[in-house]
């Protein structure tokens, strides 16, 4: 998160064993998302990211610009047929294969 100007950054997770705890931390992350989000800026740091979460927004938000476009192509370097594409994918700017498979 080299590039934010955030004062600080925060990482909530629970432990969720049951459908029944992964309700009750869905509640929690809610309600500090609720307490706090008029404090966010928007930038994110890519390994706070779950899977569901992971959006190419949500990535994106993770990377200066210039580290952005770097990467992309990169991507489209070395990986242009979008082999490495799980997970927080840096797309190329035309993939072969799917950006995000959950």
Same mark, same amino acid.
Not at 3 to 15: D, Y
Not at 19 to 24: G, V
């Given at each position: 998160?080299?590039?934010?100007?955030?004062?600080?950054? &925060?990482?909530?997770? !629970?432990? *969720?064993?049951?459908?029944? +705890? $992964? /309700?009750?931390?869905?509640?929690?992350?809610? @309600?500090?998302?609720?307490?706090?989000?008029?404090?966010?800026?928007?930038?994110?740091?890519?390994?706070? &990211?779950?899977?569901? !979460?992971? *959006?190419?927004?949500?990535? +994106? $938000? /993770?990377?200066?610009?210039?580290?952005?476009? @770097?990467?992309?192509?990169?991507?489209?370097?070395?990986?242009?047929?979008?082999?490495?594409?799980?997970?927080?994918?840096?797309? !190329?700017?035309?993939?072969?294969?799917?950006?995000?498979?959950?």
């Amino acid at each position: 998160m080299a590039h934010t100007e955030a004062g600080f950054s &925060l990482n909530a997770i !629970g432990v *969720t064993p049951t459908p029944e +705890r $992964a /309700a009750a931390v869905g509640v929690h992350l809610d @309600r500090i998302e609720q307490r706090i989000g008029a404090l966010a800026n928007g930038d994110t740091c890519v390994n706070f &990211l779950d899977l569901e !979460g992971a *959006t190419e927004k949500r990535v +994106r $938000a /993770a990377y200066s610009t210039a580290d952005w476009q @770097r990467l992309v192509r990169l991507k489209e370097r070395y990986d242009p047929s979008n082999l490495f594409r799980f997970n927080r994918t840096i797309p !190329g700017s035309v993939t072969a294969g799917p950006a995000y498979v959950h």
